[in-house]
């Protein structure tokens, strides 16, 4: 079994930055593909970035060039450095994974795993 355990959110002002991390516990093959998603009150759960054991990438155009995601597979953790933050990016972020490489891509239903998740607020 997969646990993944988020950590790193907190509040911050407009155009400041947080790191989220998300620690995956379980049988690495599970955790292939990766992902980070989003969802803000009233709002539907949307994808955020992916990311590939072998390290390829896919962003959201919302956060294109702020967000960056990563993974350290000897530690099997997953990473979002996110700059230039805005309010519009105030939501609860959860940690995602799948066994398949295939597929990774930003729809949440092909998701496998959950994080508990963590909030971020921006503050104007």
């Known amino acids: 079994q997969v646990q993944l355990v988020e950590s790193g959110g907190g509040s911050v002002q407009a155009g400041g930055s947080l790191r989220l991390s998300c620690a995956a516990s379980?049988?690495?093959?599970?955790?292939?593909?990766m992902g980070w998603f989003r969802q803000a009150p009233g709002k539907e759960r949307e994808g955020v970035a992916t990311?590939?054991?072998?390290?390829?990438?896919l962003y959201a155009e919302s956060v294109k060039g702020r967000f960056t995601i990563s993974r350290d597979n000897t530690k099997n953790t997953l990473y979002l450095q996110m700059n230039s933050l805005k309010p519009e990016d105030t939501a609860m972020y959860y940690c995602?994974?799948?066994?398949?490489?295939w597929g990774c891509g930003l729809i949440y239903n092909v998701f496998t795993y959950w994080g508990q998740g963590t909030q971020v607020t921006v503050s104007s």
């Open positions: 995602a994974a799948r066994p398949y490489s």
């Open positions: 990311i590939v054991s072998g390290s390829s990438t």
């Open positions: 379980g049988p690495t093959d599970r955790t292939r593909c």
